[in-house]
């Protein structure tokens, strides 16, 4: 005799199994909204919401807040953080070993060549205003393009200042 088991498989309706599926789609967007849509705000920092590219309202203070994912992008700013550039040099506040003194020479009023160094220091103050000039999506920051035109300012303004001067005077 031969011997077969029959295995009855469940009824699936059409109608409950895209109802079912639809649950499951929005039950994941939900957690994956939650989880993407809350940031958290340091106390030395600001954070400026940008919704389709433009600024959204005031800066966010510290703690926990929620911005749509895929429409808002969080730039945070640090407000209390002195900033500084040594210069001719540029980065930090310790001299870069491989550099040379033709760098730091700027011509003086009296046609001599002086050593000149010197260092600037900032603190931003007005987040809104830092993202709305130096905001770019390759630099969320800013501190690239901020550094850059710094130097450039500072550099032009020294350049200026020597060239107005004696050697001796500098």
């Not at 040594?86 to 002086?114: I, Y």
Request: with cysteine; proline share 5%.
């Amino acid at each position: 005799h031969l011997v077969v088991n029959v295995i009855s498989l469940p009824v699936i309706v059409p109608g409950n199994a895209i109802w079912g599926g639809t649950l499951v789609v929005f039950c994941g967007g939900a957690i994956l909204l939650a989880y993407n849509g809350f940031y958290t705000v340091r106390e030395n920092e600001q954070a400026v919401v940008m919704r389709f590219g433009k600024i959204h309202g005031t800066p966010a203070g510290p703690g926990m807040h929620f911005c749509i994912p895929l429409v808002d992008t969080i730039v945070k700013v640090n407000v209390t953080e002195e900033r500084r550039i040594r210069l001719p040099f540029g980065g930090g506040s310790e001299r870069p070993t491989r550099s040379s003194e033709a760098d730091t020479l700027m011509l003086t009023a009296d046609l001599n060549a002086a050593s000149v160094e010197w260092t600037i220091q900032w603190r931003i103050t007005d987040a809104i205003q830092k993202v709305k000039s130096f905001y770019h999506p390759l630099d969320p920051t800013g501190d690239v393009y901020l550094g850059q035109v710094i130097t450039l300012a500072s550099r032009t303004v020294m350049n200026r200042l020597v060239g107005n001067y004696s050697i001796d005077e500098v």
